[in-house]
């Protein structure tokens, strides 16, 4: 016992307050972060015919099918934007968020087994499911970047800006806002079980409550603020506006849309704190 170098232990203390966040771990746990992330994608599409061509699938179909039914049937305007850019640049950004938020939803339920039988940052876990959709949201962001030069050099209506090197900015903030909801949801389903059957559902309504298949001009104005207090939509006008050259955006309006969030990621971290002291008891 006295030969043992003192960095080498590593004492594990109870949490006494919520706001004891004890963030620093998830440094210390970095390779475990990375464990996380290997597993979650290969496990994804491991038994799976196409595998990773299901990327590029599902964009591709639900953005047709957007066109088809949205665009030509409904007759809902782009906003003078070629359909299946202005379809494609909602579909890549709600897939990344939408995922990241159903993944980090079922944080303690999925996870119960692990937890319950060694110790690491509970935190490690969300952390990686957003790291981990990263990489799909760069193969569909790449389609999305063919697409968007095929537009461009066939002449059409579109007209980038620098804002485009604002982009990881809002690769950040969907992240930071998926996992936030998602950790808020997950620390609450550890309790009310019923929660869960509402994620997948609760998703689909805040998609057509976000300017995916319509443009937030079309909005009356005095509904407008309503979209506007929805944290999604900036990101997604902010995005039009940045590739396509049309978007309704202000940076008063963006910095509402980051101030929402950093509250929802703050709070549902401590939410997250306080449950995972005796999930276990609970689950």
Not at 192 to 204: A, I, P
Request: aromatic fraction near 18%; proline fraction near 5%.
């Amino acid at each position: 016992m006295q030969g043992l170098k003192q960095q080498e232990w590593n004492v594990i203390k109870p949490k006494t307050s919520l706001f004891q966040l004890n963030l620093q771990e998830l440094f210390h746990y970095w390779d475990l972060v990375v464990l996380f992330v290997k597993r979650d994608f290969v496990v994804q599409y491991k038994q799976t015919i196409l595998g990773p061509l299901w990327f590029f699938i599902q964009p591709i179909f639900t953005t047709l099918i957007f066109t088809v039914i949205f665009g030509n049937i409904a007759n809902i305007s782009t906003d003078g934007l070629p359909q299946v850019l202005f379809y494609m640049a909602g579909v890549t950004l709600w897939n990344y968020f939408s995922t990241c938020l159903t993944e980090t939803s079922s944080t303690f339920i999925r996870n119960a087994g692990i937890f319950g039988k060694v110790y690491f940052p509970r935190l490690t876990v969300p952390l990686s499911t957003v790291i981990t959709k990263i990489f799909t949201f760069l193969i569909q962001f790449g389609l999305f970047i063919g697409v968007w030069i095929y537009f461009l050099i066939k002449g059409s209506a579109v007209h980038p800006n620098w804002l485009i090197l604002l982009t990881p900015l809002l690769l950040l903030h969907m992240a930071a806002l998926g996992m936030g909801v998602g950790i808020w949801v997950s620390s609450l389903t550890t309790k009310y079980r019923d929660l869960t059957f509402l994620v997948t559902f609760g998703v689909q309504l805040w998609m057509y409550a976000t300017p995916i298949v319509y443009p937030m001009s079309i909005i009356p104005e005095k509904w407008r603020v309503f979209a506007i207090l929805n944290p999604m939509s900036p990101i997604v006008e902010f995005f039009r506006l940045a590739f396509l050259g049309q978007g309704y955006f202000n940076w008063a309006i963006y910095g509402i849309s980051i101030i929402g969030t950093l509250i929802i990621l703050l709070t549902g971290i401590v939410i997250f704190n306080k449950v995972e002291k005796d999930f276990m008891d609970i689950v």
